[in-house]
């Protein structure tokens, strides 16, 4: 069974902070890792991809990635009340998957 | 980006009618078809993948006869919800694949109550 795994939060934070969400996945043979912003009563848009170990960035956007600890991980820099949304984390495994397997998200709140 | 569009945006339904919901690809064409649902707070639930032109696949635990899927043509996918029941009632959300497995877009859901 893969599963991945997130906080639920909420994760409040102030507006300009920094904030930080992770993700554990159980499937070691993952090999492409995805980040979902979604709004209350929107479907999911990705904002960020990964697939090698490291840092990834993307204006505010910073996704990290540890195969060997098998977390990935998004900053927000400068965080915003209009990045207030819960954040889903989603991981495929190699051997040809396109199915990605989805977290249950982590609700971020940033408050002015 | 590549546009999915999904019809109704939300639909309200007595128990025991049956619900159609249409996923389409505006300017590309999807040879897979992703179906999911949501629930409050909860996670995406991938229900079935549906290949146009053949049978769909369902995910084990989701009733083939109840939430039926057509998959007719390059750019329309439909789910039916059949016999709908209060427990029914969540976000359904289509996702359509375009050449590379990467490269998949959400259509914006279809928010489903039955009373």
């Known amino acids: 069974q893969k599963e991945v795994e997130q906080n639920s939060g909420p994760l409040s934070v102030p507006e300009g902070a920094i904030a930080s969400l992770n993700c554990t996945y159980s499937?070691?043979?993952?090999?492409?890792f995805f980040w979902y912003r979604q709004y209350s009563g929107k479907s999911p848009e990705l904002i960020m991809s990964?697939?090698?170990?490291g840092d990834k960035e993307d204006g505010r956007f910073t996704a990290q990635l540890n195969k060997a600890s098998q977390y990935v991980s998004l900053l927000i820099r400068d965080s915003q009340p209009s990045d207030s949304a819960t954040y889903l984390c989603?991981?495929?495994?190699?051997?040809?998957?396109?199915?990605?397997?989805f977290g249950r998200g982590t609700s971020l709140i940033v408050h002015p | 980006g590549a546009v999915v569009s999904q019809h109704p945006s939300w639909v309200i339904c007595k128990s025991g009618t049956s619900v159609k919901i249409e996923c389409r690809s505006l300017?590309?064409?999807?040879?897979?078809m992703f179906w999911y649902r949501q629930f409050p707070k909860q996670s995406l639930m991938l229900m079935a993948t549906?290949?146009?032109?053949?049978?769909?696949?369902?995910e084990q635990g989701v009733e083939k006869d109840k939430f039926l899927i057509n998959h007719a043509s390059l750019t329309l996918s439909t789910l039916t919800v059949t016999s709908a029941h209060p427990e029914d009632s969540s976000f359904y959300i289509c996702?359509?694949?375009?050449?590379?497995?990467?490269?998949?877009?959400f259509g914006p859901g279809t928010r489903l109550t039955v009373t």
């Open positions: 499937d070691r043979g993952s090999q492409s």
């Open positions: 989603a991981v495929k495994a190699s051997g040809g998957s396109y199915i990605p397997t």
């Open positions: 549906s290949n146009e032109g053949s049978k769909a696949t369902y």
């Open positions: 996702r359509a694949m375009q050449g590379a497995a990467y490269e998949q877009y």
């Open positions: 300017d590309f064409q999807a040879t897979t």
């Open positions: 990964i697939y090698s170990n």
